[in-house]
Every structure is written in C-alpha cells, then in structure tokens.
C-alpha cells in the first residue's frame, strides 16, 4: 500500500467516523423528551466515539457502487444502533459483567440496570424503526431488504444466538470449526449486514456484486474477531479501552488460545486476503474497503 | 349485548385464540437449532397461552375491513412476539423481580438471566423480521409501515419509554394525566399498534378509517390498563396467574389508587363506550371489535 492510499484511507475513516458521529447525534436527539433518562442512556450509550467500523463499512460498500452518500446515513446510523445496543446488554451483570467500555462506565454502572436494559431494548427499535421512516426516501423493496437483513443479523439468525452460544461455551472447549460458527453469527453476521445494507442504499447492486461483497463480508467479519481475541492478550488495558485479558480470564475459547499468537495471526492474514480478492472485480471506488480490510487486521484496539 | 352475539364473540376469541397459538409455534419452531438453549427459551416465553388480546386485535381489525385473514397471520404473530419480549424483560430482576407469570416460572427463572435477556432480545428482531420476510406477500409499503409503526409502539416511542417512566414512579405520586401517559406508552401504544397492523394487513383501509381505528385503540388500550389496575387489588393469584397485589406492594401509582376502585371501574365503562363510538360508521363486520372493547372491561385475569 502507497503512502498516499494509506494516507486516503485515513481521511476516508476520519470523515466517515465525523459524519456518523453527527448522524448519530441528531437522531438520538431528535427523540421526544418522554423518558429523559432512557434517552439520556441511550445517547451515553452511543455518543462515546469508537472505531464506528460498522457505519464506515456501509459507507464504504455504498461507495464501491457509486451510491449516493446520503442515503447511506440511515443504514449507517442503524448497524451502529445495534452494535451499541448489543454492547451495553453484553455488559451487563448477569452477561459479562463489565464495568469498563471505552475507558467510561458502562451504561448499566452509569444508570442502573434497568435503565440499561431498556436503553438496549430502546436502541435495537430505533434502529429498525429508521429503515422503515417515511422520510428515508429510497425504494420500499430495498428498506424492506435491510429491515430483513438487520433484524437477521441482530437476532436469533445472527449476534443475539452467537452471544448465547458464547456464554455457554464459557469454560468449554470449542473445535475452531465451532468457533468460527460462534463468531459468525456473534460479530460476523453485523459487519456483513453492514456491507450489504451499504450495497443496498446505493439501489445498484447486482446479484453478483451482492454475492462479492457478502463473502468480503464474512471475511472481514472474521478476520475482526481473530484480531480482536490477539488485541486481548497482546495490547493493554489503556490502549483496548476495555479490561485486558478478559476473555482469558473467563476462561473464554478464543483463536489464540486454539491456534496460538502466531496461528492466530496468520489467519487474520489469511482471511484479510481472501476478502479483498472477493472483490477483485470491482474498480477503485472499492479501495476504501480493500484498506477497510487492512485495517481491520492492523488495528490495535 | 344479546347471547347469540355473546357467543359470537366467545367463538371468534376461541378460532383466533387457537389460530395465533399455531401460528406462534409455527415460526418458532422454524428457527434453526444454532443457539439450542435460547430458542428452547423463546419457546417457553412465547408458548404458555395466554389471552393473546393483540393478536385477536389484529385479526379484528383486519375483519372490520373486510381484510384477507391468512395476510393477518404475521402481524398477528409480530404484536405477540413483542408483548412476549417485553413481558420476560419486566420480569428480570433489575425490573419487576417477578418468579411467576401465567401461574409459571418467569423465563430467567426457568432457564437463566443473561438467557432471557438475549431471548427478548431475538423475540424483537424477530418479530420485526418477520413483518419485512419476502415471504409476506402483501404490497412493500404497507409492510414498512407496519414495521415503522411496531418499531415505534415497542421502543423509545411506545412501550420502552412506558417501562422506564413506570419503573422510575414507584414510590412517587404521579397525576391522573402523569399516569394516563405513561399507560399510553406502556400499554396502550402496542394495542394500537395491533389494530392498525391489522388494518393495514387488509390492504384496504382509508385515512378515515386508520383515525376511527386509531381512537378506538387509543381508548382500549387505556381501559386494558385500568381493568388491569382493578384486577391488581380485586382479584386473587389463582385466577390472575400473576403475584396477587404486585402493584400495590410496590407502592406503583394505579388508577385504583388514584381514582378509587369505583372511580376506575366508572373510568373503564367509560373508555369501552368512547371505543365502541370511534367506529361507529363501521359495519357489522366491526362487531368483533367492538366485542372486544366489551370483553377487556369484563374480563377477570
């Protein structure tokens, strides 16, 4: 990668993660004043910044197909409604039990748990509730697709199964082929909705390209969670901005722990490969998503 | 009302009573084996019986339209997914700490808390997925707008905000109006929503008639919280299937508490006849609606 397409891919980030940050303000204020302290929640919940990888993936699948930036917002600000839903019921009690997320109390220790559920609860509607909004002006059949798309992935067909599975795998052995079902369905399922719901609001995308970018979606969604279980037991607390060694110390399967640091590395490298030869036919608007794929596998935290 | 008609309505709850239960075990026996433990968990949170008002309202209101009942189906089944969530989510600990529902163990009691956590969690994507499946075959928008409209009674603008200004009250003193509020969103804006589901599932509803239907809903779903609150002091644990005086132990504001047991009985005979005049210009087809408004007043658990 040339320094000047490394430098590119920053500001791509760096602009996308400023345009979500205000998309997501504006809803998120935009709402009635009913129950102000689940609304407050719900923007604690959401506005603490992030790597916002989710909404820069649909950003960056709606500009491989030329779309049009605008009608991108809604869908970014939906997969990141329901990243951050499912981050504040993970935290809680009676799941994992964190006090720590970005460096910031978790909602539920900055509320109360009540408050916490509910928010979650609160964002996972708002979330669907905005592809369906009258003012979200693209095809009916297209809201309808990400409607289907994201309540897959957010639900039983998707995170909310593969949380489950990993609950019950806590201190169990899981064979990789297990484990790679749990985070496909856990973190996999969200970054591929987010690629196709990118794909969609462009109201462009062919069969085939749809195909393409699934599978650079199941493979960058893997590839996150491999880099994500290394960054657990080689970065720190400070940089991670949550508690270091978490999952070891749940006794949680990870890929480390199945393949070893440097197994695990490799196939990060391995699968960030893969993923940007699925979509070797797409022109230069696809860059953004080939460094996406980069990223992802460089990042640490 | 004449006993012909008394029966009439008896045999109307009984077919849809009996319709919803298969249509209920039919989606969720669909879901695949991923996450065995939660999808055994949304059975059991789902599967117990019950009154199923929502759903009956929703195959109401499509009949006082005229409406084809198999396109009622998946509505009928959405509302109830969503009452179901939010019942296993009050029932946590960090909320209303309730054991028993429906004369059962409450679902974090029979299986776990984080387990029926994420099983209200995948209950509300799916039944949000489901209104958006290819499989429903009824024109894209009127299924967006069901979604727009389900998203918004389950969520910040609807039952999500009833919950939290619910649990943030107890031990406070709330107005009639405070009170009459938070019902609205409580309770009330998911029984509107099943009526205008399904109306809207009939394909046929005018503007005229989605506001007849949406005064009607607004004016049950305030009685349905009222007779609610009567039977909380009125009725005995046996028959209620719930802890007996729940709401009185946890010093909640109730209309019985605030109006008197005379003054609310007065205030839902009231309601029921404001709901039974909003349709008025309905024909006989509306008569099962209008039952309905007859039957929640009436009811004894």
């Known amino acids: 990668m040339s320094e000047s397409k490394s430098l590119s891919i920053d500001s791509f980030m760096q602009q996308f993660q400023l345009r979500i940050e205000q998309v997501l303000h504006q809803h998120l204020h935009a709402l009635p004043a009913d129950a102000e302290k689940l609304r407050t929640a719900m923007q604690y919940a959401c506005l603490q910044g992030g790597k916002r990888v989710r909404p820069v993936l649909v950003y960056a699948a709606a500009k491989a197909l030329a779309g049009n930036m605008d009608n991108a917002d809604v869908p970014a600000c939906a997969v990141e409604l329901i990243h951050c839903y499912s981050l504040v019921h993970d935290d809680l009690p009676a799941m994992d039990d964190d006090d720590l997320r970005r460096g910031k109390p978790t909602t539920h220790i900055a509320f109360d748990e009540a408050t916490a559920i509910l928010a979650g609860d ?25 409607v289907h798309h994201l309540a897959g992935a ?30 496909s369905l856990k973190t996999g399922a969200l970054i591929n909705a987010s690629v196709l719901l990118g794909a969609l609001s462009s109201e462009r995308a062919s069969t085939q390209q749809l195909d393409a970018l699934q599978r650079y979606g199941e493979c960058i969604g893997l590839a996150f969670q491999v880099q994500d279980d290394i960054l657990d037991v080689t970065s720190d607390t400070a940089t991670l901005g949550k508690t270091q060694g978490a999952d070891q110390a749940l006794n949680k399967p990870t890929y480390v722990s199945l393949l070893g640091l440097v197994g695990a590395q490799n196939k990060a490298d391995s699968l960030c490969a893969q993923a940007i030869e699925a979509i070797a036919d797409f022109d230069e608007n696809a860059d953004a998503l080939r460094a996406i794929a980069r990223f992802i596998i460089a990042r640490n935290n």
């Open 154 to 183: 957010a639900g039983y067909e998707g995170m909310v199964s593969g949380q489950s599975i990993d609950f019950n795998a806590v201190g169990n052995t899981l064979s990789v082929a297990q484990l790679e079902k749990m985070h």
């Open 122 to 146: 609160a964002l996972q509607a708002m979330a669907l509730r905005l592809l369906s909004d009258p003012n979200f002006k693209i095809a009916a059949e297209a809201r309808l697709q990400m």
